[in-house]
């Protein structure tokens, strides 16, 4: 492939002049000649110049004078002048008005000369390329920007409290979401409380993204186990030399957050030492880092969670009473999964899918068997607990396949009889004879075996010692029977009862 040639214009009212530089570059550029700047104008107008090489000492005007006004209508252009004149006003000039990249002077030799023009072409280059650069950076600054925004576009819709939010037409998260809901655009503080595992940091970032700061950041600090001088500077920032460990000065979470929400996760468990200087910060709208002696002004949206109950841990001492009050402009007790049993289908197949993305291993789903006893099942761990065991039967499962009731953790199978909760309660309370108590117990381990065994009823004899006659009378006594499982196959989230 031939490259074309770099463009000059050689302006010169000597006509001998033009035809020695045309003749001499000719071979390396493409040479456009003008005796005039009449004609000069002409050819910048049809053809792509790089380089004008231009006599100063014209008839109309000078060099210097026409540069200029080329200066104004193709600024690209390297701008060269050629004279056997050697004025310095003529030198200034032609730097100042002109912008002259270079100052040719008569006789010229033929190899400086083009390796001037190549050096001349070389800058075009670099003009051109720097050019197209700052279009790119532009261009990718307003991509950047529209990447962002449609990602945190999506989080919002994530985070919606109508489809957000997985929870059945009865669930007790509906009259929850609706508070939320109402709250979420007023700069009022907010207090989640509920068990470990119960969504409280979810509820977080639904309010965020329901907010008037939802296309700004939001930020989770943990409170637990965090020495108070730790915490502070995490939150606050400090100054280089302020801690042990500080070798440069560091910006906290409530400066990189400005406009945006920081949730104060396990609240309950704040140092008692950093509880007053929360209290200040929040109390003043300003900070100061660990370290210096100005404070900064601080603009954010504080919410808080806990899995105690904080009256209670104020009541006893452990907690200040006006930073309770501070922090629970509004409460919100998030219900417990064992008080949530028509979500758990849904909760199931929502967290089905996440798994599948996370472990890029998949699935045709649950078996209506394996919903059922997960309803059953009490879920002390909430939410992360069935995400963990849901990953598990993911793991352990045929990728193919369905994920049956055998691949679920004994605990869960130990409780999947119908007669699980009476089952537990007649244990715990101490009530009904030995026999009663003990056919309990007796119900649920020929359950668990069936079903991890997948109701075969000839190896679940041999594990538990029993003869195939006096497994089925032991089934008949104790009404043990395989659930409809007709809708095996259904896709997750199927009530299987």
């Known amino acids: 492939m031939t490259m074309s040639k770099p463009t000059i214009l050689i302006v010169d009212d000597e006509?001998?002049?033009?035809?020695?530089?045309?003749?001499?570059?000719?071979e390396e550029f493409d040479v456009q000649t003008a005796e005039n700047t009449e004609q000069a104008e002409e050819i910048l107008t049809d053809h792509w110049v790089q380089i004008i090489l231009c006599d100063q000492r014209m008839p109309e005007k000078s060099g210097v004078e026409f540069l200029t006004e080329v200066r104004e209508k193709w600024p690209d252009v390297i701008r060269i002048i050629i004279s056997g004149y050697t004025e310095?006003?003529?030198?200034?000039?032609g730097l100042n008005d002109a912008g002259i990249y270079y100052y040719v002077t008569k006789p010229w030799r033929p190899e400086e000369l083009i390796l001037t023009l190549r050096n001349a072409v070389s800058m075009f280059e670099l003009q051109r390329q720097n050019e197209l650069l700052a279009i790119e950076l532009r261009l990718s600054e307003r991509a950047a920007k529209n990447k962002v925004g449609n990602r945190r576009q999506k989080l919002r819709e994530a985070y919606d409290f109508d489809d957000g939010i997985v929870r059945g037409k009865t669930s007790p998260m509906n009259a929850i979401c609706s508070t939320l809901?109402?709250?979420?655009?007023?700069?009022?503080?907010?207090?989640?409380?509920?068990?470990?595992?119960?969504?409280?940091?979810?509820?977080?970032?639904a309010i965020h993204y329901n907010s008037l700061r939802w296309n700004k950041s939001f930020a989770v600090q943990k409170c637990g186990s965090v020495p108070p001088e730790v915490l502070e500077s995490e939150l606050f920032g400090h100054k280089k030399g302020a801690l042990p460990s500080a070798v440069q000065d560091f910006t906290g979470l409530f400066e990189r957050t400005f406009g945006g929400t920081i949730l104060?996760?396990?609240?309950?468990?704040?140092?008692?030492?950093?509880?007053?200087k929360l209290l200040r910060a929040l109390q003043d709208g300003e900070i100061r880092p660990v370290g210096s002696?100005?404070?900064?002004?601080?603009?954010?949206?504080?919410?808080?969670?806990?899995?105690?109950?904080?009256?209670?841990?104020?009541?006893?001492?452990?907690?200040?009473k006006d930073l309770f009050f501070h922090l629970a402009g509004v409460t919100v007790q998030l219900p417990p999964l064992s008080e949530r049993r028509?979500?758990?289908?849904?909760?199931?197949?929502?967290?089905?899918?996440?798994?599948?993305?996370?472990?890029?291993?998949?699935?045709?789903?649950?078996?209506?068997?394996?919903?059922?006893?997960?309803?059953?099942?009490?879920?002390?761990?909430?939410?992360?607990?069935?995400?963990?065991?849901?990953?598990?039967?993911?793991?352990?499962?045929?990728?193919?396949g369905f994920l049956s009731a055998d691949l679920l953790s004994p605990r869960i199978l130990m409780s999947a009889s119908p007669e699980a909760e009476d089952d537990l309660t007649l244990l715990n309370?101490?009530?009904?004879?030995?026999?009663?108590?003990?056919?309990?117990?007796?119900?649920?381990?020929?359950?668990?075996?069936?079903?991890?065994?997948?109701?075969?009823?000839?190896?679940?004899?041999?594990?538990?010692?029993?003869?195939?006659?006096?497994?089925?009378?032991?089934?008949?006594?104790?009404?043990?029977?395989?659930?409809?499982?007709?809708?095996?196959?259904?896709?997750?989230?199927?009530?299987?009862?």
């Open 293 to 320: 002696t100005q404070r900064r002004k601080t603009d954010v949206r504080v919410l808080a969670s806990s899995y105690k109950d904080l009256e209670a841990e104020v009541a006893a001492g452990n907690f200040r």
């Open 342 to 400: 028509e979500d758990i289908p849904l909760l199931a197949n929502y967290l089905f899918k996440q798994s599948i993305e996370g472990l890029g291993k998949g699935s045709a789903g649950f078996t209506a068997e394996a919903i059922s006893c997960m309803k059953r099942y009490c879920w002390p761990g909430n939410v992360r607990e069935m995400k963990n065991e849901i990953e598990r039967m993911l793991v352990m499962g045929d990728e193919k």
């Open 15 to 26: 006509v001998r002049s033009l035809e020695a530089l045309e003749r001499n570059l000719s």
């Open 181 to 205: 809901s109402q709250v979420a655009p007023y700069d009022l503080s907010v207090l989640i409380t509920g068990e470990s595992g119960t969504g409280k940091e979810l509820a977080a970032r």
């Open 264 to 276: 104060l996760d396990e609240v309950c468990d704040l140092p008692p030492a950093f509880q007053v």
């Open 429 to 497: 309370t101490g009530q009904g004879t030995l026999k009663e108590r003990v056919e309990a117990i007796e119900a649920k381990i020929l359950r668990e075996s069936l079903i991890r065994h997948r109701w075969n009823k000839s190896k679940a004899s041999r594990e538990l010692g029993l003869s195939r006659v006096g497994l089925r009378g032991k089934l008949e006594r104790y009404h043990v029977v395989k659930e409809d499982d007709k809708a095996t196959g259904a896709p997750v989230g199927v009530d299987g009862e």
């Open 88 to 93: 310095a006003n003529d030198i200034i000039s």
